[in-house]
């Protein structure tokens, strides 16, 4: 069993910046892929960016936050990160972290239901 749990949410003004974590416990951290989702009412939830366990694979970003978002993660401490900069009113969401539920895959995914242990998510709220 898998437990992640996000922190870092809060409200801010467009412009600024946000460090989101996601600590991980029960199994192995480092052999697992990982991500952040978000959602807004009424929308699905969307991919924002993921790491693979693999170092030499870049992370993956949805375009709008390329550049502006990074994904990092500690697997001594068991978290990842989600580093947000130059926020903007419609990255508004609750923002979920996501544990890859393939053991030999390498490559992140963007899929939705790749993913097997979700966080209870953090709201960040971002005011023009």
């Known amino acids: 069993q898998v437990q992640l749990v996000e922190s870092g949410g809060e409200l801010v003004q467009a412009g600024d910046s946000l460090r989101l974590s996601c600590a991980a416990s029960?199994?192995?951290?480092?052999?697992?892929?990982m991500a952040w989702f978000r959602q807004t009412p009424g929308k699905e939830r969307e991919f924002v960016a993921g790491?693979?366990?693999?170092?030499?694979?870049?992370?993956r970003y949805r375009d709008s936050v390329k550049g502006r978002f990074t994904i990092s993660r500690d697997n001594a401490k068991k978290t990842v990160y989600l580093q947000m900069n130059n926020l903007k009113p419609e990255d508004t969401a609750v923002y979920f972290c996501?544990?890859?539920?393939?053991?030999?895959?390498?490559?992140?995914?963007?899929?939705?239901?790749?993913?097997?242990?979700w966080g209870q998510g953090t709201q960040v709220t971002v005011s023009s």
């Open positions: 996501a544990k890859d539920k393939g053991s030999s895959r390498a490559i992140v995914t963007t899929t939705e239901a790749l993913y097997d242990f």
């Open positions: 029960g199994r192995t951290f480092s052999t697992d892929n």
């Open positions: 790491i693979s366990r693999w170092i030499n694979i870049l992370p």
